[in-house]
């Protein structure tokens, strides 16, 4: 007859763990997802160390079903316990065994046959089998030893080769209750009689719920959020799924708001935003990651664009706390796995970064932070380098794309655009650096460059050779500003032997925000012999009368307006294209990417087509290579 005396307070035991660990909140992640499956587990253990005794102390009132049935719950729990325990180590140390089946096999493989002999004992006798109305063990128990020991023995490799992804205190922690697990095995093994196997659970269970699954631990203590460490052991496990969608907000201003409402009022009001967010979300897990910064993490499927417009909504009133009303400003910040962001450090970061940034932006009317943009600081950094880099070794190359006559269907004319590459030799588009450029001055030794191999390229015959009549160079708004832009182009046209009618400069609208300084600009270029085309029309605030006033040949529609028009065809468009017309100018369509495109803009009255579907802008000798044999 087993010993019982061990059963019941272990059972006693087990109920306050169970009270205290389900009437709290918990966080939904795999090892707290473990540690459940191991209390149910430890509770049916107990559960059948009980009926079995009873039963056997009642055997022939029993049918011989029911003691088999309970003998292989017994022994099934038995060994289902350790590896789950097992589990659980595996998940703290975030070792990868689910994503490949070949892993999975081997890991679970001496489990399987465990469990597989205790159900063949049934016939074989193997693990256990009755008789005399006794239960009694087979000549294969030892195998339950073996299994324990095994998995025991794995949790300790496991360890030791990922020991540095814990604590000091967590590595002890899993030292000590692999040790118990253990020790139990052993004293299991000695004195089978006494059922203290589940005591050692137990006593292992406690030691994991002290170090890593107090629910307390996860939890903010404003509110029924969770903390920043839950946040971080919930981007683990989005990390291996790749689903996740993070509404964040921070409060602006927040370490002032709480010198001007006082600390307890605006605890309390942190308080109650976690409770709105809990109430509004409840099938989001909602994070409050300290000096006033707020989560919310779903998947795919949580519809943030409503949950924000809800959360603004809300903060348009006061949060009543205590005496004061709080009145609250936020901005938000979100993030999702289509960023491609997958592991938790970088996602924390980014929001953190967001934060920061956000709490320090007050007075404007900005409600979202856009996370690319901060993302962007660091990638801006290597297009300076990259742009320093180009801009000191003359190394800005010139890429060209034609531009096709309507009237003849054959390339007269070509524009010049600018490339720079990065380390790795891959093409940086204009663009990206273009607006550096202008932000630090570089743009006008990045446009001589240009400017100069464009000439080069006429002065080395090659203009003819492709059977162009001209280039058009892209003009920056700073480089207009410039006041010997006019002779420093005769210079490099004098040094090259080029005639200024074989250059069209483009500029755009943006160059006719100071109208004295370009008209001047304008006048003594155009008495150097250059002509000029108006780029990108139709995105600035151009009217005809200020267009009219300046010497341009060429009026450039932008392939905004090109494929607005041929989405949905108007009048107004071909009215304009006739007005310009009028005026003497020859119109350019940008963007043309279909054939049918082509066809429509030229119907309209446009005299140059420009676009992918005639050719991608090209390196300059690959143009040469590509146009000089079709025109000869
Ligand atoms: P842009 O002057 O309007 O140049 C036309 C842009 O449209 C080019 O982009 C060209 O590659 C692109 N494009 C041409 N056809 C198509 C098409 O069919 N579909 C689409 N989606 N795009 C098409 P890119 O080379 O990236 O240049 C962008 C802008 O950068 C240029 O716009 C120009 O404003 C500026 N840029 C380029 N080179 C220079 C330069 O040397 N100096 C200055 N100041 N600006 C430049
Ligand atoms: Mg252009
Ligand atoms: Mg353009």
Redo the contacts with the bound molecule.
């Keep these: 007859m087993p010993n019982m005396s061990f059963v019941i307070p272990s059972f006693l035991i087990l109920v306050i763990l169970l009270v205290y660990y389900f009437s709290r909140r918990r966080l939904s992640v795999r090892i707290n997802r473990t540690f459940v499956q191991l209390l149910a587990m430890e509770s049916m253990g107990l559960f059948f160390d009980l009926v079995s005794s009873i039963l056997q102390a009642n055997f022939s009132s029993v049918p011989m079903a029911v003691h088999y049935l309970v003998n292989i719950l017994y022994y099934s729990l038995f060994a289902a316990r350790i590896f789950l325990f097992y589990l659980f180590t595996v998940n703290l140390l975030q070792v990868d065994i689910f994503s490949r089946p070949a892993s999975i096999l081997v890991h679970s493989f001496i489990f399987i046959i465990t469990e597989i002999s205790i159900l063949l004992s049934v016939r074989t006798g193997a693990v256990f089998y009755i008789e005399n109305e006794t239960y009694l063990l087979g000549k294969d128990y030892n195998i339950l030893y073996g299994c324990f020991l095994f998995y025991v023995a794995l949790s300790f490799l496991l360890l030791l080769l990922n020991v540095d992804r814990l604590k000091r205190y967590q590595t002890v922690s899993v030292i000590a209750y692999n040790t118990v697990l253990l020790i139990g095995n052993i004293v299991h093994f000695i004195v089978p009689q006494y059922l203290v196997m589940n005591t050692f659970c137990l006593m292992a269970l406690i030691i994991i719920y002290l170090t890593f699954e107090n629910p307390d631990l996860f939890s903010s203590d404003r509110g029924p959020s969770f903390n920043a460490r839950a946040f971080r052991f919930s981007l683990d496990e989005v990390d291996a799924t790749k689903d996740y969608r993070i509404l964040g907000f921070v409060l602006r201003n927040y370490a002032d708001e709480r010198e001007i409402y006082g600390y307890n009022q605006m605890d309390q009001g942190i308080t109650l935003i976690s409770q709105y967010l809990d109430r509004l979300c409840p099938n989001q897990t909602i994070f409050y990651l300290r000096n006033g910064c707020f989560t919310i993490l779903g998947d795919h499927t949580m519809d943030w664009e409503k949950i924000q417009n809800e959360i603004n909504t809300r903060f348009q009133m006061p949060w009543s706390a205590n005496e004061a009303d709080l009145f609250l400003n936020i901005i938000f910040a979100r993030i999702s796995s289509e960023s491609g962001d997958t592991d938790s450090e970088t996602i924390i970061n980014r929001l953190i970064t967001a934060f920061n940034e956000g709490s320090r932006r007050i007075g404007t009317m900005e409600s979202l932070i856009d996370l690319d943009k901060i993302h962007e600081v660091d990638h801006q950094k290597d297009v300076k380098r990259a742009l320093d880099i180009a801009i000191e070794n003359d190394a800005v190359e010139i ?1 060209l ?1 034609p531009l096709i006559e309507c009237a003849s269907g054959r390339m007269t004319g070509a ?4 490339r720079i590459r990065n380390e790795e030799g891959r093409i940086i ?3 990206v650096f ?1 607006e550096i450029a202008e932000q630090n001055g570089q ?1 006008n030794r ?2 001589s460059q ?1 400017f100069e191999k464009a000439c080069r390229f006429i002065s080395e015959g090659k203009l003819d050779q492709c059977g162009l009549k001209w280039l058009n ?4 708004p700073i ?1 207009c500003m410039k006041k010997d832009l006019a002779i420093q182009f005769r210079t490099v046209l004098d040094r090259y032997h080029v005639s200024p009618d074989q250059i069209h400069l ?1 500029i ?1 609208e943006a160059s006719m925000i100071d109208l004295t300084i370009l008209e001047k600009q304008i006048q003594s270029l155009r008495s150097s012999g250059f002509q000029f085309a108006l ?2 029309y139709g995105t600035g605030y151009s009217n005809l009368t200020r267009v009219k006033h300046y010497p341009f040949i060429n009026i ?1 529609l ?2 905004e307006v090109v494929w607005d028009y041929y989405r949905e065809r108007d009048t107004l468009l071909p009215a304009l294209v006739q007005a310009f017309k009028n005026l003497n100018l020859t119109i350019t369509a ?4 279909t054939r049918e495109m082509g066809e429509a803009l030229a119907a309209i009255g446009c005299d140059y087509l ?4 005639f050719s ?2 090209l390196p300059t000798d690959e143009f040469v290579k590509k146009y000089s044999k079709a025109s000869a």
């Design positions: 890429f794309q524009e010049v655009l600018a588009p204009p663009g273009i743009i990045l446009g240009v160079v892209n003009l920056s480089q483009e755009t780029d990108d450039k932008d392939m940008e963007g043309i990417e420009q676009g992918y579907y991608m802008p």
